[in-house]
Structures are given as structure tokens and as C-alpha cells.
């Protein structure tokens, strides 16, 4: 019997809910090609960020070299010197700041030395040795070299690089398993299937080491300067499947092989694709126009113009992970109390389970389950929210009402954030996949609208401490909010979620016109 966790005791709480009003949900899908089929089918692993990792390495050099210091001396010279001393552990951190800096300088922290053995290993004994004639050198001119014991110096340096070399070893173990797992490949699609796209793909595949990996070309034309396959790499479809493509599968960077001349139909395309969560650069290889060296990014030594960018990724993904995992189980534990009391309270007001759950837009264009608290009549509710709720509107509860007034209803989407990771504490808010203005989804109502699933939805958002909440009932409304919400995906940091968190609860009370 599988044991209980949280997201199914939600799901078994929240699925009376939703049998009795569910309606068929129809998820409109553009048809692709049975080659990009293929590529989808594949099981792709999660990505891996090599900045993420190369920060881990520095992290445990420095933690590395410091616990072999510090166990030498309360090994060896604490013993004999019978008194604690803050000058030896000082050195030792000292020594290792000085070494993880003279690894940086040797260029060793990136994930593709990580793969080999020899380059990086001659790379780091070097260094090692560098920082400790450096820290000799430095002790014999200062003239306090006769206060360090020579034994644990010699022991400091042997017994560090010993460490440094199993280190090594086992993160060499590692990213290769990583690498053969496509956990650190960047899975790319070239936009244009001429001679230009096939010299793209051919100069990308001659580089030795490179994490891109071509899962095929996109193009438009259908006329002999189309080529069905570019140097081995398939063509997988039109641009205008390139959304659906890279919303059924892993996409992590999308390359134009078109020249720069073509610029009406390079804007034509970006149009359609600047909503991806995803890197999108123009290769430069073929362009007889060169700028200055720093005005490319290099994918190896294939010059690029970066175009568009994907938000909130290495650092800022880890630390707004934390955040939400940190200070949503805060809220989760500040908050139950008054779940309790709302769930009674619903429980009371009318039969039914107390817990809805809905389909809504997630990151990507991802379908996700969200819980809120049932706040209509439970033979009444709209899964699909196929019809928008209206002030007074009779599917609403006495208790639902207020709920709804106060955003008390979304509450339990706080077990979305600590337990299933699909919903930020803050983000765009996710509309249901039927959302609609008038007769419109909202997609076709505003242009751009699925750029705001480039991040993480959130339980709130700058959109709605704003006032841009409630009911959508013309084209302003929504307009302002994916306008809202652009504004924050394009100026996201740590403090600015805090802020908008901090805010919410007096938008709740003052801003609530068009919350019913």
C-alpha cells in the first residue's frame, strides 16, 4: 500500500470536489510533425546549471581546505603548544580564500574541465603550490615565519592537495554521469534549414566539449533553399510550432541561423517567440559585418547576438527556491490556525468537500492542479472556469463570499509552494486554462499573454497588490495585469518579492473592488 503524503492527501481531499461539475477539458494543442514528435518523446533529464555548480565547487574547495587546516593544527600543533592560538586558523583561511581566488585565475571552475582529469589537474597543483610560496614568501618578508610550525605547513600542503585530488575525482564521477544523463546539454533548435542553418549545426557538432546538443531546425520555407535535414540535424516543423515544440519538451536556448539582413522576418519570428522561457540569440558566423569581440556571446568559438533572455535563472532560481521553500513553510505553519476556521466555516455553510481544485496555467504553459477553499455551491462549481464569476453571482456561498473578498480561499495554495513546488509565493497569478473575457480566451484577447508563464506563477504578485485582481470583465483589466506582470519578470529580485509579500495583506484590505 503506498503511504500517505501530503499532495495525495490533498488530491483525495480535493477530488469529490471536482467530480460532480467536471466538464471535459478540452487543451488546445498545436499538431507537430512525427520527427518533433520523436524528439518529445524522449525522456529528458532536468537541467543542471553549470554556474550553479562551478559556485557549489568554490563552496567546497574553500569549506575542503579549511576543515584539513584547521584538523592538522588541533591535530598536531594544539597539542604541543597547550594553548589555543586564532593566528593558525586565521592562515587557513586565509590559505584558502588565496586558493579558491588562484583557481578562479587558472580558469579550472568550469563544468568542462570538471569532465577531464589532466588539464585540471596539472591547472589545480599548480595553483595550490603558487598560493603556498606565495603564503612563504609573504611570512618570510612579514617576519613571522618562525611563529608557523614548518611540519604543519608541509602537512597543510600535502594533506590539502591529497583532499583537493579525491575532490576532483569524485566531481569527475559525477558530471560525466551528469553529462550522459543530458543534465548539463543545452538543448537547442535552429531557426532556418538554408546553407546558412546547416553551417551553423556543422560548426556547433566540431567542437570538442560542447554541452549544445541540436535537437533539430525550424523553417518556414518549402522551396528547394529548405533542406530536410541540416548535417545530420533534422527538420522538426514550421516556426510557429516552435511554442508547442518547447512547451512539450526541454528547450534551453533557440539559435537563428538567418543573417541579419532578414530583419523583417527575424522580428516576424520573435514575435512569436519572445513568451518561451528560453535563451534566444542570432548567430553571427556567417555575417560579414563584425562588431567588437565583446559585443558577441560565444557558444565555443561561434559568435552570437544575444536577443532575449530567460528570467530568473542560476543564482536567482536557487534563491528564489529558498525563499519560497523557507518562508512559505513559515506562512504554512503561521497560516494553519486559520485554515482550520475556514474549513470549518465552509464545512458548515453548505454540504460538500471543503477543498476545490482547478486547472490552471503554470510555468510554461504547464496544466497544474490548484487548491483553493470551495467557496461555491458544491453542485455549482466550475472546474474549467468556463464562466467568470460576477458581483452577487447566486454559485457563491455566504461563506465563499467572504472568503473570496478576503483571499482566504487561496490559502491552501500555500501546500502548492512547500509540497508540490508548482506555485511560487510570488508571481504572476495562474488564470484557469478557460479563463476568458467576454467570449475570448485570454490569449487571443491579449497580444503576449503567455509571456507571463515565463516564470513561476505566485499565490500574489505585483499585479494584484496593485489592484488588478477579481473579476476581468474588460480588455484593461487584463491588459494591466499581463502588463503587471511583465514589469515583475523583467525586474524580479529577492527583496522585491519580499516587498510585494509584505504588501499583500493591505492590498487585501484595500484594494478588494473587484475581488467577489
Known amino acids: 500500500m503506498e ?5 495525495s492527501m490533498l488530491d483525495a481531499a480535493a477530488s469529490a470536489a471536482a467530480k460532480p461539475a467536471d466538464q471535459p477539458f478540452v487543451e488546445r494543442r498545436r499538431r507537430l510533425s512525427p520527427a518533433a514528435l520523436d524528439v518529445v518523446n524522449q525522456k529528458v533529464a532536468r537541467a543542471y546549471s553549470p554556474i550553479v555548480i562551478a559556485g557549489f565547487v568554490r563552496l567546497a574547495d574553500f569549506m575542503l581546505l579549511s576543515l584539513v587546516g584547521i584538523a592538522v593544527y588541533l591535530g598536531y600543533v594544539l597539542p604541543l603548544a597547550g594553548a589555543f592560538s586564532w593566528i593558525y586558523p586565521a592562515e587557513v583561511i586565509a590559505v584558502a580564500i588565496a586558493a579558491v581566488v588562484c583557481f578562479q585565475a587558472a580558469d579550472i571552475y568550469q563544468v568542462q574541465l570538471f569532465r577531464g582529469q589532466l588539464r585540471q589537474m596539472t591547472r589545480m597543483i599548480s595553483s595550490w603550490s603558487f598560493v603556498f610560496l606565495l603564503f612563504i614568501g609573504i611570512s618570510f618578508f612579514a617576519k613571522f615565519g618562525s611563529e608557523v610550525s614548518r611540519l604543519w605547513l608541509a602537512a597543510f600542503y600535502f594533506l590539502g592537495l591529497a583532499a583537493l585530488i579525491a575532490e576532483r575525482l569524485v566531481l569527475r564521477s559525477l558530471v560525466r554521469a551528469w553529462a550522459r544523463q543530458g543534465r548539463l546539454d543545452r538543448r537547442t533548435i535552429i531557426v532556418g534549414s538554408d546553407s546558412n542553418g546547416e553551417q551553423l549545426v556543422e560548426a556547433l557538432k566540431a567542437q570538442e ?25 533534422r527538420k522538426l516543423g514550421k516556426v510557429d510550432d516552435i511554442v508547442e515544440f518547447a512547451r512539450r519538451t526541454r528547450v534551453d536556448l533557440v539559435l537563428f541561423a538567418l543573417p541579419i539582413s532578414a530583419e523583417t522576418r527575424i522580428l516576424e519570428m520573435l514575435k512569436k517567440l519572445w513568451v518561451l522561457p528560453v535563451d534566444i540569440r542570432l548567430s553571427a558566423h556567417t ?18 547576438l544575444d536577443v532575449f533572455e530567460a528570467p530568473i535563472t542560476d543564482w536567482d532560481l536557487v534563491m528564489k527556491w529558498l525563499f519560497d521553500r523557507i518562508v512559505g513553510c513559515l506562512a504554512l505553519l503561521a497560516a494553519l490556525p486559520v485554515m482550520g476556521l475556514v474549513a470549518l466555516a465552509v464545512k458548515l455553510d453548505s454540504p460538500g468537500p471543503v477543498l476545490f481544485r482547478q486547472k490552471r496555467f503554470g510555468f510554461n504553459n504547464e496544466r497544474i492542479d490548484v487548491y483553493k477553499f470551495r ?96 473579476e476581468i470583465d474588460n480588455e484593461e483589466k487584463i491588459q494591466k495585469r499581463v502588463e503587471f506582470d511583465l514589469y515583475y519578470i523583467e525586474n524580479w529580485s529577492v527583496l522585491f518579492d519580499l516587498v510585494i509579500l509584505l504588501k499583500t495583506p493591505i492590498s487585501l484590505l484595500t484594494k478588494n473592488e473587484n475581488a467577489y
Open 375 to 470: 467557496s461555491m455551491y458544491h453542485h455549482q462549481a466550475d472546474p474549467t472556469a468556463s464562466k467568470v464569476v460576477t458581483k452577487n453571482d447566486p454559485r457563491v456561498t455566504r461563506v465563499g463570499r467572504f472568503i473570496r473578498k478576503t483571499s482566504l480561499d487561496e490559502l491552501p495554495q500555500l501546500f502548492n509552494v512547500v509540497f508540490s513546488g508548482n506555485l511560487s509565493l510570488v508571481g504572476p497569478r495562474p488564470h484557469a486554462v478557460q479563463g476568458k473575457l467576454q467570449s475570448r480566451l485570454f490569449d487571443e484577447a491579449v497580444d503576449g499573454y503567455f509571456a507571463r508563464h515565463r516564470v513561476k506563477p505566485g499565490i500574489t504578485g505585483w499585479a494584484q497588490i496593485n489592484g488588478w485582481r477579481g
Open 3 to 7: 503511504p500517505l503524503n501530503a499532495r
Open 209 to 233: 566539449d560542447s554541452d549544445i546538443h541540436v535537437l533539430g531546425v525550424f523553417d518556414d520555407r518549402n522551396d528547394s533553399r529548405a533542406l530536410d535535414t541540416c548535417a545530420g540535424a
Open 287 to 304: 555575417n560579414k559585418l563584425r562588431f567588437r569581440p565583446r559585443s558577441y556571446s560565444y557558444l565555443g568559438e561561434v559568435p552570437t
